[in-house]
Nanobody
Framework: QVQLVESGGGLVQAGASLRLSCAAS????????MGWFRQAPGKDREFVAA????????SFADSVKGRFAISRNNAKNTVYLQMNSLKPEDTAVYYC???????????????WGQGTQVTVSS
C-alpha cells in the first residue's frame, strides 16, 4: 500500500499540454509500478499509461500513444504524466495508481490517488 496525491490538472484548450504529477508516500516508492487512469462522467475508469518500478518499461493506451508520456523520479517519490496535443475527449478525472507490476497496474491497482480534473475545451 502507498498513499498517492495527484496534482497538475486544469482547464486548457485543445492542442495544449499539461503535466500531471503524483506524489507517493513511503520509503519504497521504487518498488511499485505506477500508472495513470482516467474516468469521464458516466464512463468506466480507463487505463492511460503505466511505468515499471525503475522506469525501464512503459505501457500506453492506444488512444494516447504518441501524445502522452509517463516518467518517474524515484528520488522525489513522484510519477508524471506529460500530456500533449490534448483533445476534448481527454477530458476526465485522472487518477494515479500503484501496483506490483505493470500488469497489476493495468488491471487491478492496489492503491489509488484522489484524482485531478483535466478539462479540454474545443
Amino acid at each position: 500500500q502507498v498513499q498517492l496525491v495527484e496534482s497538475g490538472g486544469g482547464l486548457v484548450q485543445a492542442g495544449a499540454s499539461l503535466r500531471l504529477s503524483c506524489a507517493a508516500s513511503g520509503r519504497t516508492f521504487s518498488r511499485y509500478s505506477m500508472g495513470w487512469f482516467r474516468q469521464a462522467p458516466g464512463k468506466d475508469r480507463e487505463f492511460v499509461a503505466a511505468i515499471s518500478w525503475i522506469g525501464g518499461a512503459t505501457s500506453f493506451a492506444d488512444s494516447v500513444k504518441g501524445r502522452f508520456a509517463i516518467s518517474r523520479n524515484n528520488a522525489k517519490n513522484t510519477v508524471y504524466l506529460q500530456m500533449n496535443s490534448l483533445k476534448p475527449e481527454d477530458t476526465a478525472v485522472y487518477y494515479c495508481a500503484a501496483g506490483g507490476t505493470i500488469a497489476d497496474v493495468t488491471t487491478a491497482p492496489g492503491s489509488w490517488g484522489q484524482g485531478t480534473q483535466v478539462t479540454v475545451s474545443s
